[in-house]
């Protein structure tokens, strides 16, 4: 049975001018971490909250960020991820700004899954080039414009690639916003958390301690001061140009975060690892995940009017709504607020969308939800008219056509016959 747990609908006259009308002030996080970096954006992955922002719309040089995509696209435009590639001199000798940590590879072969260690693990510019030659042989331009295609079907507006790998210069951009978007593509990868979480990796077929590639991202390397145990996957990079980029992915008590910093100044090569630390520490200690809506909360009803009188539809969430909210959130400070203004034609469908209603925490903007229908209502309607349709159908389509040349049998159907004059 459901729950007739009818909120605080706040119907004002306001509404009737639409919601952009209403001077609702988004809500915003009590952050006490000082940060410097130029960009910063820390959301909850579950929810795809936002609970601290800095310039997240801002483009700005991504350095070696860009590896990224290009692990997405050699992913996806690979079928076994098993297949070795022969690393050969002049495939090294034609890379530009070569890193050299393919050189001792030379003659060898390496898996494509080995590469993407590389990619993730160190700046990876070379083995960018490998996949990137690899996977269109041998046009990279067709791979920057695979890596392009992706950030447009993802929906990132402000970010573009020039080259498979990074360069120190101001031809490959993105923001906060934009690379969240790519890190939520990049963990729906099978191996993306695998491979961006580990801290060091011999690639396969290889027993040499010398040919063990180990992370730059100090956030994941334990003997590093700067090491943060609930950071799952990452990756970092720094240069003159962009200076300290880094995403990091973590995860504690069943809540996960994805923190994006760009710009983080040089003058401590860590600064970025600082405030990543800082912040995921304040998200954890200061926010949670709660259930504020279950999915059959009866949220409002509207009233629909036919010939046949008025009635009313119950709505619904149709599932259970998870916010991110502070440790002190107060559940009597919610309201709804729900445009019943519109008018509501039959049929209505169970499950059919009748529109948003927004949440409101203590009088601000919280959240946005969409409410559906809890029962269906005018379906007899058309069904009448179905049936009375069908019946015209057979009546006037289906029934043959009585003339002096049928000649009708007992069961009343027809038999066309000639009948002799």
């Known amino acids: 049975m459901k729950k007739k747990l009818i909120f605080c609908i706040c119907i004002l006259l306001s509404i009737l001018m639409g919601f952009s009308a209403l001077p609702f002030s988004a809500y915003t996080y009590e952050c006490d971490v000082e940060v410097t970096s130029a960009a910063v954006m820390v959301a909850n992955v579950e929810t795809d909250t936002v609970v601290y922002e800095k310039n997240i719309d801002t483009a700005h040089f991504i350095s070696y960020l860009s590896n990224l995509m290009t692990f ?109 978007k790519i890190i939520k593509c990049a963990l729906e990868i099978p191996v993306y958390k695998e491979i961006a979480g580990a801290s060091s990796y011999m690639p396969e077929k290889y027993v040499n301690e010398k040919l063990t590639v180990t992370t730059n991202n100090s956030l994941l390397n334990k003997k590093s001061p700067y090491y943060f145990k609930h950071v799952k996957s990452g990756k970092y990079g720094a240069d003159s140009t962009a200076k300290g980029n880094i995403v990091a992915v973590s995860k504690y008590s069943d809540v996960t975060y994805a923190c994006i910093i760009l710009g983080s100044e040089l003058k401590s090569e860590h600064n970025a690892f ?22 059959d909360d009866v949220l409002s009803t509207v009233k629909t009017v036919s010939a046949w009188g008025e009635s009313e539809i119950e709505l619904t969430t149709g599932k259970d709504i998870i916010c991110t909210v502070p440790a002190n959130f107060d559940s009597s400070k919610i309201e709804f607020v729900y445009d019943n203004t519109k008018d509501i034609h039959l049929p209505v469908f169970m499950g059919q969308n009748m529109g948003t209603a927004k949440i409101l925490y203590d009088g601000k903007f919280f959240d946005e939800i969409d409410l559906i229908s809890s029962s269906s209502d005018g379906i007899s309607m058309v069904s009448d008219i179905g049936s009375f349709l069908k019946s015209m159908y057979n009546e006037t389509i289906m029934k043959p056509e009585i003339n002096d040349n049928t000649i009708l049998s007992n069961d009343g159907t027809a038999d066309q016959a000639l009948v002799n004059n």
Request: glycine share 4%; hydrophobic share 35%; proline share 2%.
């Open 274 to 295: 600082t405030e990543t630390k800082q912040l995921l520490t304040w998200s954890y200690t200061t926010l949670g995940n709660k259930k504020i809506i279950s999915g």
């Open 72 to 180: 997405i696209v050699a992913y996806n435009n690979t079928a076994d991820i098993n297949e070795r590639i022969t690393i050969t001199k002049e495939m090294i000798d034609s890379i530009p700004n070569s890193d050299g940590t393919l050189d001792k590879y030379i003659d060898h072969t390496l898996t494509i899954k080995d590469l993407l260690y590389f990619i993730m693990m160190t700046n990876g510019n070379d083995a960018c080039y490998v996949l990137a030659d690899f996977v269109t042989d041998g046009k990279p331009e067709d791979f920057v414009e695979l890596m392009n295609k992706k950030a447009r079907d993802l929906g990132c507006t402000k970010t573009k690639f020039s080259s498979v790998a990074a360069r120190n210069d101001t031809t490959q951009f993105s923001t906060c916003n934009d690379l969240y």
